[in-house]
């Protein structure tokens, strides 16, 4: 019996082992307990995905994002407060040390409460902008809900994101109507790479204060698809954070309400959607892992590649200048609960790059073969004509994924004395070689001619 009550400790621990790649302690910062109530469907949602949620306020006194120069909290949840600032705990430079120790942020904003300054802030460092005015919100007179917002039209009905790019995985693809109620609209620079847009506003979106009172808006903050209702950013480190502009869109009231669009009553598909955002931001999907990483003197082998491929055991760390080398590489890409085969989008590859100070080869990584729960990508190659120190790098950065820079460093040196191909081996230089021995011979020849010549015989004149 003892065996078996262990192995029902063992399943109930396996059970609620969060799904999330990085950690499951999940801190949620909430001024107002009673607000509690209004995301319930949303907090037991993370919770049966094994993260263990601790509720604070930002005015706690006990409110630590680390403990001993560690994170104490591995994800964040930031929900709209009335106060205009979150406390000593909550400054912009502690929550972007909390990103520094790969911490990831979901970020949710309202119309209906100021955003407070440290977010404001914390927002701009990322390139992130906000309406100057705070009581601003989006507004779209042909994609609203005609049942909750027939007047006002500040709730959005829209379909599911659409890929940024064809090269591009989209982890936010469904089926169904979204609603964002009384939605922050943002702007994001142009200048990072580093952000991504998830959810755009339609091109007849706007942003308006409901609180002017007038019919023509001369100088938007923004319109149109300048407007991200969902924004995303990933840092160098892989930390993740979303601001969702629309906290009411998390809220129980919204996951499968009843909605209505062009005359058509439609169920809003909040809730799969907003599975869909936290677990990109937790780092439930979207995680890339490498496992081996191998290269190796080419002998014919990588000729003769198959499924079966067997990695060597070392990796050499010197090379010569012209050597045949092959380099391959194992990536697994997390999804919800376990490793897949990584499958690059269509339009997109690995690369290798093989550099001093800059890359001499630059090339595209060729699937393999995969196991059960990872692909091996390689390549085979020439090593140039040029000694020194060269590194292997695989840097693959996409929008969606987390960063991998793998680097393996080793030395390319000359051939040896005793490695450089014979005269006779190379087939231009049989003419200089003929030309040497025709002279030798020509010169032996002339030698032998003149040693046996007899000489000439001298006539003597009598004298009278």
């Keep these: 019996m003892r065996w078996l009550f262990s192995f029902l400790i063992l399943a109930l621990l396996g059970a609620v082992h969060a799904l999330s790649s990085s950690g499951s302690r ?9 607000e509690k109530n209004k995301y319930t469907q949303f ?18 006194e006990s409110l630590s994002l680390f403990k001993h120069g560690e994170r104490a909290y591995d994800h964040l949840i930031l929900l709209p407060t009335k106060s205009k600032g ?4 909550l400054t912009p430079n502690l929550l972007l040390d909390f990103m520094k120790k790969e911490g990831n942020i979901l ?11 440290s977010i404001v802030s914390l927002l701009l460092e990322l390139d992130i902008h906000l309406p100057t005015d705070r009581n601003s919100l989006v507004i779209d007179h042909f994609n609203y809900d005609g049942i909750s917002a027939a007047e006002q039209h500040d709730v959005l009905l829209l379909p599911y994101p659409k890929p940024v790019r064809s090269d591009v995985k989209n982890y936010f693809t469904g089926e169904g109507t979204i609603a964002i109620p009384r939605a922050v609209g943002q702007t994001l620079g142009n200048e990072s790479p580093l952000l991504t847009p998830i959810l755009r506003a339609p091109s007849t979106a706007y942003s308006y204060n409901p609180k002017d009172e007038v019919d023509i808006v001369e100088e938007p903050f923004a319109v149109g698809e300048q407007l991200s209702l969902v924004s995303s950013i990933q840092a160098h480190n892989s930390a993740r954070l979303t601001v969702l502009g629309s906290a009411e869109a998390i809220q129980n009231a919204w996951f499968g309400a009843k909605a209505g669009l062009g005359g058509k009553k439609v169920e809003t598909a909040n809730r799969d959607f907003v599975e869909k955002v936290s677990s990109w931001t937790f780092k439930e999907t979207g995680v890339l892992k490498v496992g081996k990483l191998v290269h190796y003197l080419d002998e014919g082998v990588s000729k003769k590649i198959n499924t079966s491929i067997a990695f060597p055991e070392n990796n050499p760390n010197i090379y010569r200048i012209k050597n045949d080398v092959s380099f391959t590489v194992e990536i697994s890409e997390y999804d919800q609960t376990h490793l897949t085969p990584f499958v690059p989008p269509m339009g997109d590859a690995v690369q290798l790059e093989f550099s001093m100070l800059s890359p001499f080869h630059r090339l595209n990584l060729t699937p393999l073969s995969q196991t059960a729960n990872s692909t091996i990508f390689g390549v085979s190659f020439k090593t140039p004509d040029q000694h020194g120190i060269f590194n292997f790098r695989v840097n693959y950065r996409r929008p969606f994924l987390t960063n991998i820079d793998e680097k393996r460093q080793v030395t390319i040196r000359h051939f040896a004395h005793n490695e450089w191909p014979r005269s006779w081996q190379i087939s231009g230089a049989w003419v200089w070689i003929g030309g040497i021995w025709v002279t030798v011979a020509g010169w032996i020849a002339f030698v032998a001619v003149w040693l046996y010549s007899a000489p000439t015989e001298m006539s003597v004149k009598k004298a009278q």
């Design 26 to 34: 999940l801190l949620v910062i909430l001024e107002e307990p009673d």
């Design 43 to 60: 907090f037991g949602d993370l919770e049966s995905r094994g993260f263990h949620l601790t509720f604070e306020s930002p005015k706690s």
């Design 86 to 89: 979150l406390g000593p705990a």
């Design 107 to 117: 970020l949710t904003l309202s119309a209906d409460h100021t955003t407070p300054t």
